[in-house]
């Protein structure tokens, strides 16, 4: 598993508060990826980090933000929560030379 | 637009059968194609993946056939057992560091 961690693994809010998904990991890599599953979608990139307090969109960045002061720590937060946002969140690292990418086991978001 | 295109959305094989998953793409920056494979309830799990510099790939029943040219890549899992049961997807990596994913193929490998 690459020893990624999620945080929390599951979560119910209210549309319109905001929510702070946690993703943990323990091999030191460079890169760390955001993503979202919603059926009939597939996976598909929120951000993506490539070090330390560098980061960038991927296809479906509106309405969320992340950070990364810590290599270990990737966090992806939702400002203002909306019903659109509920879905399955993995977080997943990848290897610089190889390109294998590992998922962590996933947030289930529910916006209410 | 959907950058990887995978078929078929559903896929019933015999034990023993060999199940054939499509992928195509149309950006030429890609230069990775993984395919993962997910079970209910867990993370996508790297099953197998390719350069574009070979043609096919082979790690025991699964094998990745890259056509280039084409811009197609193929899963092919031979001996389909019930536990290869899954949601199986294709991606590409492009030189800017995002992966596309297709939309999934739904396995079901019948005893």
């Known amino acids: 598993d690459a020893g990624i961690t999620q945080s929390p693994r599951h979560k119910v809010t209210e549309t319109g508060t905001p929510v702070t998904l946690r993703c943990h990991q323990t091999e030191n890599h460079r890169y760390m990826y955001w993503y979202r599953q919603d059926p009939g979608h597939g996976l598909r990139l929120i951000h993506y980090?490539?070090?330390?307090?560098?980061?960038d969109k991927g296809e479906v960045s509106d309405g969320y933000s992340v950070s990364r002061s810590k290599t270990e720590d990737f966090l992806l937060t939702l400002e203002s929560a909306t019903s659109s946002q509920t879905s399955v969140y993995f977080c997943?690292?990848?290897?610089?030379?190889?390109?294998?990418?590992?998922f962590g086991p996933g947030t289930r978001l529910t916006v209410t | 637009q959907q950058q990887v295109k995978q078929s078929p959305q559903s896929l019933i094989v015999q034990k023993g059968g060999i199940s054939i998953i499509n992928c195509a793409y149309e950006n030429t920056a890609f230069d990775y194609f993984p395919w993962y494979q997910q079970f209910p309830g867990k993370g996508p799990a790297l099953l197998i993946a390719?350069?574009?510099?070979?043609s096919e790939k082979k790690e025991g029943r699964f094998t990745i056939s890259f056509n280039k040219s084409a811009k197609q890549f193929s899963l092919h899992i031979m001996d389909s057992q019930p536990g290869d049961s899954a949601t199986y997807f294709c991606a590409a990596l492009n030189t800017g560091n995002q992966f596309y994913f297709g939309t999934g193929t739904s396995l079901t490998v019948i005893p």
């Open positions: 997943a690292i990848r290897y610089r030379e190889t390109y294998e990418q590992y």
């Open positions: 980090s490539y070090g330390v307090k560098d980061t």
């Open positions: 390719i350069r574009p510099d070979v």
